[in-house]
């Protein structure tokens, strides 16, 4: 069966928005500590603690958000233990991750610097599991408030004379597990009240995003939707692509065999259902799709390696994650009239991290490579797409083989991102364009893959999985012909 895609270059669906491309980073095993923070009197370079080697990375893949404190860690923080001197900063017992002693020399003040740093948007947790109503709405006086006021002149106290913009702003965190053990109709409520209190100050506009479902939770969106709809700008979303039990055995994160690989990517591609699902119900409530899905947390979760705390849920990143998130990517642009964000859990060592560290070493997984590969998409136009593609069969099983996006940036260049699944199969694909003149077709691109599916980078071999020029492409008359190899993910520059 011959592949054939067809791009109406002429035909813009929606604005693909920067922070599809977000972060997520959770005081949680080695993502906050060692991974971003090592402090000022640390041998590591830093910038004012935070490490140089990370934050340079970071800023090379154009981070357009980041999600702090948590995730189950911001239901048990108090920011107020975060912040001044040192030496004065309350040591807390952090019960989600380990067990270990949390110092919180990594509070507000140090989150925001970062942000600054690298340019991009914070988004804050708040506190709904064991928080108070004034403790959330101190928080947000403290960050931007710009006046007289206990909490500005406390800010100033503690070194900073003006108010942080803050956009994004989250009303707790799983509150129907680690949040609180809720059912919708008592969180309704409480976000309700929560978000009163979350207030705008000055022509800061905060864009208050409610506490959304786990994976398939239905009635959740539905209650949520219902009932407090009309003052939330977004709800949120998790789902973790798990190839094992939860419970039972996630599966390892190197040592995996077909019938993994096949679950994996069946199970990545169900973020497609999902979003599908949750959207309908919010355009019951919501026809003009004011408020945003916000998939906060996804990402391959597996059982940690070997020889490591368990409650930091450190794993290795192979040529199958990478595939996973470019998987998610071309979903993510398809519902992108929804879709206003979401995260990767994590950013540091932690889960489908960007980027490992072990001491003042760091190197970059093959996920990080998509990010930088696919950015190219941020605030772009997707393109209408039309395709007739080939099957990935196993065990009496079938998915799509290949999937595909295309966007037009604000410079009318036109960018195409093809993933191919199968373990085996090249895919040999045909492509036209309408809308632009096949003279003008210059295709320039990058491919990531590798010749074994547990292929992954470390310390001793950094670069097993990198980017390199895509050249089996080639372009006439008719458009272009490209042979995407197996188990890769491409992204083509048209012209």
């Known amino acids: 069966m011959s592949n054939r895609i067809l791009i109406n270059a002429d035909i813009s669906q929606a604005r693909i928005n920067k922070h599809i491309y977000g972060h997520f980073a959770e005081h949680l095993g080695r993502c906050i500590y060692e991974g971003i923070w090592v402090g000022e009197e640390s041998p590591i370079p830093n910038t004012k603690g935070i490490r140089k080697d990370v934050l340079e990375a970071l800023r090379a893949i154009s981070i357009p958000v980041l999600r702090w404190p948590g995730g189950c860690f911001a239901d048990e923080y108090h920011w107020k233990d975060g912040i001044g001197p040192y030496e004065r900063r309350k040591r807390m017992v952090n019960t989600h991750w380990g067990g270990v002693i949390e110092n919180n020399h990594f509070g507000t003040h140090e989150f925001m610097l970062l942000c600054e740093l690298l340019e991009c ?32 002149n406390w800010r100033e106290e503690n070194g900073r004379e003006k108010p942080w913009r803050l956009k994004y702003f989250g009303v707790g965190n799983e ?30 506009r905060i864009f208050k ?51 993994e690989w096949f679950v994996t990517m069946k199970r990545a591609l169900h973020m497609d259902e999902l979003i599908s699902r949750h959207g309908a119900i919010m355009d019951k409530y919501d026809p003009d799709k004011r408020v945003g899905l916000i998939i906060d947390e996804w990402g391959t979760w597996f059982d940690v390696e070997p020889g490591t705390n368990p409650g930091f849920l450190y794993q290795q990143n192979s040529i199958r994650d990478a595939l996973v998130a470019a998987l998610h990517f071309n979903i993510f642009h398809k519902h992108a009239d929804r879709v206003h964000m979401t995260n990767i859990a994590q950013t540091v060592n932690v889960l489908q991290a960007m980027i490992l560290t072990e001491g003042d070493k760091m190197i970059l997984t093959p996920t990080y490579h998509i990010f930088d590969m696919f950015k190219v998409h941020q605030e772009a136009e997707l393109l209408s797409v039309e395709s007739t593609l080939g099957i990935c069969e196993h065990q009496g099983q079938e998915l799509p083989q290949v999937t595909v996006s295309a966007s037009k940036d604000h410079e009318g260049r036109i ?22 003149d096949a003279v003008e077709l210059q295709p320039v691109g990058r491919i990531l893959t590798a010749k074994h599916m547990n292929d992954h980078n470390t ?26 190899p197996a188990m890769s993910a491409v992204t083509l520059c048209l012209n």
């Open 121 to 152: 948007e914070p988004y804050i947790c708040g506190n709904v599991g064991s928080g108070t109503v004034q403790e959330m709405s101190e928080w947000v006086e403290y960050m931007t408030f710009d006046g007289e006021s206990p909490m500005a």
């Open 415 to 436: 960018h195409l991102s093809l993933v191919n699944i199968d373990l085996g199969q090249e895919a040999e694909i045909y492509v036209e364009v309408r809308g632009l």
């Open 459 to 484: 310390f001793e071999q950094p670069n097993t999985v990198a980017p390199a020029p895509f050249e089996q492409v080639v372009a006439d008359k008719a458009g272009l012909k490209l042979r995407l």
């Open 175 to 204: 509150n129907w597990g680690c949040g609180g053990h809720m059912r919708p109709e008592y969180y309704a409520d409480l976000y309700r009240r929560y978000q009163t209190y979350v207030r705008n100050y000055g022509n800061n």
């Open 209 to 259: 995003i409610a506490g959304g479902a786990n994976v398939d939770d239905y009635n959740w969106t539905e209650v949520l939707m219902k009932h407090a709809g009309g003052l939330m700008d977004g709800l949120s979303l998790h789902y973790y692509t798990i190839p094992g039990d939860f419970w039972l055995g996630k599966g390892s994160a190197l040592d995996f065999d077909t019938d």
